[in-house]
């Protein structure tokens, strides 16, 4: 059974910087596209960045240039680097797992940024 665990979460002020990691169980990271999808109150949930197993990657545009994912494939894990953190930026951020018709979803983690 594939189950995704983020991490990283939490308070940070505006201009801070946050990781957030995903460990992947059950199945190994390589062989699925990743993303990072983020949800704020009132809002839909919307892809941040993604990582396809070519690692080819892509970034909404709202944090192109703030935001990198990245991927270790022996920690079965991905990464979601966030700096220059800003009040829209707060959600709560999942892990997802992407493979033809399947796909899998962390529990999420809550990133709130406010000074």
């Known amino acids: 059974q594939v189950q995704l665990v983020e991490s990283g979460g939490g308070l940070v002020r505006p201009g801070g910087s946050l990781r957030l990691s995903c460990v992947a169980s059950?199945?190994?990271?390589?062989?699925?596209?990743m993303g990072w999808f983020r949800q704020a109150p009132g809002k839909q949930r919307e892809l941040v960045a993604s990582?396809?197993?070519?690692?080819?990657?892509k970034y909404s545009d709202s944090v192109r240039g703030r935001f990198t994912i990245s991927k270790d494939i022996p920690k079965n894990t991905v990464y979601l680097q966030m700096n220059s953190l800003k009040p829209e930026d707060t959600a709560v951020y999942y892990c997802?797992?992407?493979?033809?018709?399947?796909?899998?979803w962390g529990q999420g983690t809550q990133v709130t940024v406010s000074s």
């Open positions: 997802n797992s992407h493979r033809y018709n399947n796909d899998y």
């Open positions: 059950g199945t190994l990271i390589y062989i699925w596209d």
């Open positions: 990582i396809t197993r070519t690692n080819s990657t």
